[in-house]
């Protein structure tokens, strides 16, 4: 099972993490740390794999920005890569060409689709495409919310 | 409204976040943030409530403590609309984990969610439960989750199906009611729960036996027909990854037919037809084909695979093992070191390659073809591998030689056969990374040594020329100073050269200034210090020509700030100048550490081996010999073994003095005159106890030195303890310690017999004889029979002889052991009449004689 997925900038700052394992506060903080260094260090040539305290951290470089799993010692590392590439086309297609930034501004958007590719830890869905599906359909609710509640909220307004 | 609350959006606040300079600056801004969130939490103010989370869960990315948001999560959760919904559950997942208490709370407002209408608030609840439910929640829970995996939604289907996956982690005694769930799911058309649905089956094996024997004999079918499927399935692009169709899907199934073939025949030979598919077919130039074909590798590893199908499996792993990706390189490693359990000769045949990773640029793949190499190494090719790791030690990393180290001098000491091939490769080793060889590697190394006594002036030989090219390596230098110090004059001598070494000459002063640039060197540390003031000793007596200078340099370290130098430098230079008598005896070779008792200790209890030969060293006891030479310390034996192991072997007639015992016990060695042993044979009542074998100095017996017979537990650090032990026998005042010199007690021109005293200190009246009868002739004796008659006021109990056969020339001896109570102790001494009987081809002889010179006091 993945244990946490972290993506972190070459400077080292966290742009968004799952836990899917019980970790304290501390202990996040220190992984991450951990992680980090271990990660940011490694030259561009070397394998995606790093070995950490029993796990393996499986980690690729997209622009700016490290996506890193870490996962049990038993499990596939390149069905991992290939899970975070899945990851990655996915909020390509969300965001139009996305870039850093746009994790930034909307980190709550990238854990939705996050929470829609993998749950306890394992994969959810293979197909792209019913991915984007559902993350819009939601997106349309809550866009239907917001104007239903802003009209009675326009009408309360115009009564008082 | 509230003039205080936050009226900014959240991506004002990120951008004034990001705009901050200094770490200073943004504790400042999310300071105020927070005082805005925590007002207008406080109000209740609906509106901006989803705002006011969503910067929380920004805040809490950066690291900032967010506790006081937990509860307006769950009032989010608790609210009727969607947005409200998403993002409260969002936080819940952020900003808590599963051992929270508050975590509880929520679980009324998931039932009712997990009840909804709306298929996508369902979502959100099972997304969250499977993401963070404890196991009392998951408890509770289970019965909502199972009805939910038979509705019709597949996005629901899939989602409880990873949930149950979470479920079955917390609380395994559910499994069963997921059982037949599970398998119905594998009939599904849908990807996405078909995914779901092969890993919630996988993790059902991982904890139930019964689910795993219900899966295997109803759903093996249907998997292999899945993978057949999409294995010959065209091209369908909503889950095409590089030309395969979902290889994620692919993965799941493989790993399932592993769970289910391990260990079963039958399951193993339904399934190898398609394995032997998906390995042929899948090609293997991208990522995803290749993650296919290594979980392919792995099932076949882990099933009971057909030899066709292990060698195509193989094969595989040497594809990969070649390939120059070095993502591929590592997983075919790690497949490697299962596939060795499996078919380790075609492992063995990929050993260059396995070795050429391990100079490999990757740290990862190091460690991992180190690993493999450990485990191939056997017999056969341990010096062609130990001699390439080596070559490759002088040029690794730093931090990959401490790994490299250890695992050379592991193989090094698992596969020796020769000593001689251990001590060069070992001193190799020390030469290039001595610095990080662990203390037990080293000790064995010396242990080794002393117990090849041909090998001795070699190894000493080499040490020194290593000793010239690397003397920063800090183990290197210990070793050659205690060898320098020990076998000093086979060094200088030329002793015991090989055949291929070369000729080389060392002067004792060459030696004595390896020992005198070790000390004065500015980074040796205490412990090497330690060592060569007493390897300084040594020398002392081996080299009495250089005595005088050896002096000197001790001298320099009488003033010592460091305490152990200081006590170490008086001590012997004390010895040297006053005691020129004993110290050769002082300094005689050291016991032999009987080498499989050593091994199998070391085995046992390495680490408290190590921490107590240390606090010997530390040991501030009345004893001044500290003669610390690193060899692990078996558990000290009593005074008494040591006395009655000693006394077999050497008999030497000496002239008695116990004082001089006791003046070694004395701190400070005061010139006790009575300690008047004027002759060299003083000191062997001390070599009598330490029963050492090779004389330096010559002995009346007819011994040639050669038998350093492996005595156990005879460790040099028995003399701490012999003193030890013989001062607390002197406690009270007038008790001398109870040793009495061995005599001979008969001697004719064919026959010698020599007895040697032990006293119990408590039983002044019994004393234990120990006979020694050696053949003067030269014809063997047999049939050797020894009687014995004493007065009627001694009792005489005899022990068995230990053999009735007495070879020719004293080469070898008959001991045998008796008692004798006095029971008029101290007022008449012991006599006895002796009878010897024996024949010499075939004719009976008879020898008699009356000992009357026994030691007083007996």
Request: with cysteine; proline share 4%.
């Amino acid at each position: 099972m993945i244990h946490f997925v972290i993506l972190i900038s070459r400077q080292g700052k966290v742009r968004l993490t799952k836990w899917y394992s019980p970790y304290q506060q501390k202990e996040r903080a220190t992984a991450i740390r951990e992680l980090s260094s271990l990660i940011l260090t490694r030259g561009p040539k070397l394998c995606n794999f790093v070995e950490w305290k029993g796990y393996k951290a499986v980690y690729r470089r997209y622009a700016s920005l490290y996506f890193c799993m870490c996962v049990d010692q038993d499990d596939n590392e390149l069905e991992i890569l290939e899970i975070i590439h899945h990851f990655v086309e996915i909020l390509d297609r969300y965001f139009g060409s996305v870039c850093e930034l746009d994790l930034i501004f909307n980190f709550h958007k990238a854990y939705y689709i996050l929470d829609e590719i993998l749950i306890a830890g394992e994969l959810q869905e293979s197909s792209k495409k019913i991915v984007a599906r559902l993350i819009a359909a939601q997106d349309t609710m809550v866009e239907t919310a917001k104007a239903e509640a802003g009209s009675v909220s326009n009408m309360i307004a115009q009564t008082m | 409204m509230n003039p205080f609350s936050s009226g900014t959006r959240l991506r004002d606040m990120i951008k004034a976040i990001r705009a901050c300079k200094t770490a200073a600056e943004e504790r400042a801004v999310v300071r105020k943030e927070c005082a805005a969130i925590r007002s207008s939490i406080s109000e209740n103010d609906q509106d901006y409530s989803h705002r006011n989370i969503a910067k929380l869960m920004f805040i809490h990315m950066l690291g900032y403590p967010t506790h006081f948001g937990q509860m307006e999560c769950l009032k989010l959760i608790a609210s009727a609309g969607f947005p409200e919904k998403r993002i409260g559950y969002l936080g819940l997942m952020l900003l808590l984990d599963e051992r929270q208490e508050v975590l509880m709370l929520v679980t009324n407002s998931l039932k009712q969610d997990l009840g909804h209408t709306n298929q996508y608030i369902v979502g959100l609840a099972l997304c969250a439960l499977g993401n963070i439910c404890s196991a009392e929640m998951a408890r509770d829970l289970a019965p909502e989750v199972e009805r939910l995996l038979l509705t019709r939604d597949p996005n629901i289907k899939k989602k409880a199906a990873l949930c149950s996956i979470r479920i079955i982690r917390k609380v395994p005694d559910l499994a069963e009611n997921f059982s037949s769930p599970a398998t119905s799911l594998l009939k599904e058309k849908h990807h996405g729960v078909l995914i779901a649905g092969v890993q919630l089956c996988t993790d059902l094996c991982k904890v139930s036996e019964d689910a795993s024997n219900h899966l295997r004999k109803n759903c093996t079918e249907g998997l292999v027909r899945i993978l057949k499927d999409i294995c010959n399935s065209p091209y369908a692009p909503e889950y095409d990854i590089a030309g395969i169709t979902d290889p994620f899907l692919h993965i799941r199934v493989l790993r399932l037919l592993r769970m289910l073939g391990h260990g079963d025949a039958d399951t193993s030979e339904y399934i190898n037809d398609i394995l032997a598919q998906v390995a042929s077919k899948t090609e293997s130039n991208k990522n995803a084909g290749n993650a296919i074909l290594y979980e392919c590798v792995e099932t076949i590893m882990g099933i009971e695979a057909t030899s066709g199908l292990r060698v195509l499996a193989i094969n595989i792993l040497g594809r990969f093992l070649s390939n120059r990706d070095n993502n591929i390189r590592y997983v075919a490693l790690n497949m490697l070191m299962k596939a060795i359990s499996v078919d380790s000769q075609a492992v063995q045949r990929h050993r260059t390659t396995i070795l050429e990773c391990v100079k490999d640029s990757d740290a990862s793949i190091r460690k991992r073809a180190l690993e493999l190499v450990f485990l191939l190494v056997n017999d056969t090719n341990a010096k062609p591998l130990t001699k390439e790791l080596i070559d490759y030690l002088e040029v690794s990393d730093q931090d990959f030689k401490g790994d490299l180290t250890s695992k050379i001098c592991s193989i090094i000491e698992k596969f020796s056969q020769e000593k001689k091939w251990y001590i060069d490769q070992m001193v190799k080793v020390l030469s290039l990374a001595g610095n990080y060889v662990k203390d037990n590697v080293w000790h064995a190394l010396i242990v080794a040594i002393s117990n090849a006594p041909d090998l001795q002036g070699y190894s000493v030989r080499s040490l020194y020329k290593a000793f010239q090219l690397s003397s920063e390596q800090v183990s290197l230098v210990q070793v050659t100073i205690w060898c320098i110090g020990e076998y000093g004059e086979m060094l200088v001598n030329n002793v015991g050269v090989l055949q291929v070494e070369e000729p080389m000459t060392v002067t004792e002063s060459d030696a004595v200034d390896v020992l005198e640039s070790c000390l004065t060197h500015h980074s040796t540390d205490i412990t090497t210090q330690s060592m060569c003031l007493i390897a300084l000793l040594k020398l002392s007596s081996r080299f009495p020509p250089s005595s005088g200078r050896v002096k000197e340099i001790i001298t320099t370290h009488i003033g010592s700030v460091v305490l152990e130098l200081q006590q170490r430098a008086i001590e012997f230079n004390s010895i040297i100048q006053r005691h020129q008598n004993i110290k050769s005896s002082l300094v005689e070779r050291m016991p032999v550490l009987d080498e499989s008792t050593f091994i199998s200790k070391r085995a046992g209890s390495s680490q408290a081996n190590i921490s107590t030969e240390k606090s010997n060293q530390q040991l501030p006891s009345g004893a001044s010999l500290k003669l610390s030479n690193g060899v692990a310390k078996p558990a000290a034996s009593p005074l008494v073994d040591l006395l009655d192991l000693s006394l077999d072997d050497t008999p030497v007639p000496t002239s008695t003095s116990n004082d001089f015992l006791h003046d070694l016990l004395d701190v400070g060695l005061t010139n006790s005159s009575s300690s008047g042993v004027a002759s060299a044979s003083g000191t062997d009542i001390l070599m009598d106890l330490l029963s050492i074998g090779t004389p330096v100095q010559s002995n009346t017996t007819p011994e040639n030195g050669s038998s350093i017979k492996a005595k156990p537990n005879t460790a040099t650090v028995q003399v701490v303890d012999l003193l030890d032990g013989l001062a607390s026998n002197g406690s009270h005042p007038g008790a001398q310690s109870p040793v009495h010199p061995s005599i001979t007690a008969y001697q004719s021109s064919t026959l010698k017999i020599t007895f040697s005293f032990t006293k119990q200190p408590d039983k002044p009246q019994v004393t234990q004889i120990h006979a020694t009868f050696m053949n003067l002739s030269s014809e063997a004796y047999t049939d050797f029979i020894f009687q014995a008659a004493v007065p009627k006021f001694i009792q005489l109990h005899l022990d068995p002889a230990n053999s009735n056969h007495l070879p020719a020339s004293g080469n070898g001896r008959i001991t045998q052991t008796f008692t004798i109570t006095n029971t008029q102790h101290g007022q008449k001494p012991l006599a006895m009449r002796i009878r010897i009987a024996y024949k010499v081809s075939n004719q009976e002889r008879l020898e008699q004689g009356q000992i009357n010179n026994f030691p007083p006091g007996l």
